[in-house]
């Protein structure tokens, strides 16, 4: 009897004690399920694939191709993070010191995370091909660049479960880890360029060699790890068992929050930390200085908080959504592709309304005034009273939602396609959120310890120290690094071209709001199951975590709308903005520490 069948004969064990075996109807369910999501996504897939063919920028291939390699990477981080072999907890603790096969017991496992890593793949090599684009022969590219992706991470993911039983494998680990981000930061900074407009160039039958090359060299390593099972200690799998625990306990009790106490001392544990002389520092100060400490003994994870301040660039060159204008033109200029309304005036000259559908480009009297009484002269007169330069401000005042529309039905003057000013609408709008977003991040990963007074306020109230205080001292170390994040990723997207004039202000006069809302999310209550559930077509929605999820960030927008606004209006001059941030963001954080209480 071998190792695979013992593990089936104890699970079968177990399965036959359950109180109710999977039915015929259960699999039934489960298959239907699978068939409606085919239904649903199948036309999307099929759209957004079909509109692959093309060729693609070369200003925007480098840095969708460094998106690409840094989501692999994270990928492939998080799978080594996570075990990435993750036994269940019951298995864990009652069948992996017992007499079954070590590798028969981990087969489970092993195909699960085979299924997510290949599907993983499949969508790095479709995503891959979206950056590099596919002048020919889209179905052979399309194939090569799937069986790429899944190479890639069924490779990488295999090094990682060797690098469970072996600490050369570890490391030879970290060096494919190191290897992917040197070619995302080689694809975003430019050396990298112009190979990678040679291999969008290339022949499909080079790339499906090169695919060969890679699934031949995937395959050896995936049947070294599979034969290394065996070899995988204890030790390191209850530890991976254990994580799993915490995150299905947080799952099943709907408490994101015990994931955050299991991931700190899960990094801590065991550690051995060396103790120094505490500063001679006023109170509050002192009593904040943990934080200080327990952020600079992580130097990785400062490591990582700078090299994700270029992603907000990134994602403007990659999505080409966002104009080069950013800062350099006013909110119509950006969204209609059109100067201001005095330059319309000027352009229009007190013309009639053939000279301005001409001037527009073709559209007709409707698009122009959001009417659909009809392209004549009278209809034009009667309601705009002639092409002056006040009723042309209304066309370029900003993106409402005639606006919109008539810069969907294609008038704008020397526009540049339908969905052009859409486009720099929504650039505006994403670089914004994950600035505000990532900054936010950042700040509470410096928090916790005010998490542990909140958790604990009889040991906080033995330090005799006021709890305002308390919270103004340890908002000084994310206000930091909120600002700093910040200020770094506005400086890339200075860099790249996107802004132009102070805007890395934005970061310090903004971070004391972030600060406040990271404060404010480390000291929020568990999830609050009594609270009425939202009935919706989709499902009821439980209020409790909604509502968690939305204490802290609720305080850093409040506090941060002014550079929210100024990052989707695009002014000329940023400065009244950058007054207004200062008032809010330190009024955020003011305010909320003078509402806090002692507990």
């Given at each position: ?11 079968a ?6 109180r ?29 694939v ?40 019951a298995?864990?603790?009652w ?27 499949a ?6 091909l ?19 992706g899944?190479s ?23 060096v ?22 040679a291999?969008a ?7 499906g060699?090169?695919a060969?090359g ?26 991976a068992?254990?994580?799993a ?11 994101p ?9 899960d ?54 959504a ?5 800062g ?28 301005l559908a001409?001037?527009a ?8 005034t ?45 526009g540049?396609?339908p969905?052009?000013?859409?486009g ?6 994403a ?13 509470a ?21 006021g ?55 480390a ?8 609270l009425?559930l ?28 002014p ?13 009244g ?5 200062a ?17």
């Amino acid at each position: 009897m071998n190792d695979a069948t013992d593990a089936r004969l104890a699970r079968a064990f177990v399965r036959s004690r359950q109180r109710r075996p999977v039915s015929l109807l259960d699999r039934y369910v489960s298959v239907f399920m699978l068939a409606i999501a085919v239904a649903v996504f199948g036309n999307p897939v099929t759209t957004a694939v079909t509109g692959l063919a093309g060729q693609v920028d070369a200003a925007r291939m480098g840095p969708g191709v460094a998106l690409v390699m840094l989501a692999l990477a994270g990928f492939l981080a998080l799978g080594r993070a996570a075990g990435p072999v993750v036994l269940p907890a019951a298995d864990a603790s009652w069948l992996l010191l017992s007499g079954v096969g070590r590798r028969g017991l981990l087969g489970r496992p092993v195909r699960i995370l085979a299924v997510i890593t290949l599907a993983a793949g499949a969508l790095f090599g479709l995503a891959l091909l979206t950056a590099l684009g596919a002048p020919d022969q889209l179905v052979w590219r399309l194939l090569a660049a799937v069986v790429l992706g899944m190479s890639a991470s069924a490779g990488g993911m295999a090094l990682a479960v060797l690098g469970q039983g072996s600490q050369a494998w570890q490391t030879w680990s970290t060096v494919a880890l190191v290897a992917v981000l040197a070619v995302a930061v080689a694809a975003a900074i430019g050396p990298a360029r112009e190979p990678l407009a040679a291999v969008a160039a290339a022949p499909a039958q080079a790339l499906g060699a090169a695919a060969a090359g890679a699934l031949a060299a995937a395959a050896l390593l995936v049947r070294h790890a599979w034969t290394a099972l065996d070899r995988i200690p204890a030790g390191t799998l209850m530890g991976a068992a254990t994580r799993a625990r915490h995150l299905t306990t947080a799952a099943t009790h709907l408490d994101p929050g015990a994931l955050t106490w299991a991931a700190e001392d899960d990094h801590w544990r065991g550690r051995r930390l060396r103790s120094r002389r505490w500063p001679s520092l006023p109170a509050p100060l002192a009593l904040a200085w943990q934080d200080w400490r327990r952020v600079a003994r992580r130097p990785g994870r400062l490591a990582l908080m700078a090299a994700t301040t270029t992603l907000p660039a990134l994602l403007t060159q990659a999505t080409g959504a966002a104009p080069t204008n950013l800062g350099r033109g006013s909110a119509a200029e950006s969204l209609t592709g059109m100067p201001d309304a005095g330059s319309l005036a000027s352009t229009a000259g007190g013309q009639s309304a053939e000279n301005l559908a001409g001037i527009a480009g073709g559209p007709t009297a409707e698009n122009l005034t959001g009417i659909a009484s009809g392209p004549t002269a009278e209809n034009l007169t009667g309601i705009a009273s002639g092409p002056t330069a006040e009723n042309l401000t209304g066309i370029a005042s900003g993106p409402t939602a005639e606006n919109l529309t008539g810069i969907a039905s294609g008038a704008v003057a020397g526009g540049g396609g339908p969905m052009e000013g859409v486009g720099a609408l929504v650039g505006g709008l994403a670089p914004a959120a994950l600035l505000i977003g990532g900054a936010l991040a950042v700040a509470a990963s410096a928090v916790a310890g005010a998490r542990r007074d909140a958790d604990n306020p009889a040991l906080a109230r033995l330090a005799a120290v006021g709890t305002r205080a308390a919270l103004l001292a340890r908002a000084l170390l994310p206000a930091l690094l909120a600002a700093a994040w910040m200020a770094a990723a506005l400086g890339w997207l200075a860099a790249a071209g996107a802004v132009a004039g102070p805007w890395w202000a934005f970061g310090p006069l903004a971070a004391p709001a972030l600060a406040a809302g990271a404060l404010r999310m480390a000291r929020r209550p568990p999830v609050d199951h009594s609270l009425p559930l939202i009935d919706t077509p989709a499902g009821a929605i439980p209020t409790g975590p909604v509502f968690w999820a939305a204490t802290g960030p609720d305080l850093a927008l409040l506090g941060s709308l002014p550079t929210l606004a100024a990052l989707v209006t695009q002014p000329a001059d940023p400065s009244g903005y950058l007054a207004a941030q200062a008032v809010t963001g330190l009024g955020a954080l003011a305010a909320y520490a003078y509402r806090q209480k002692a507990r």
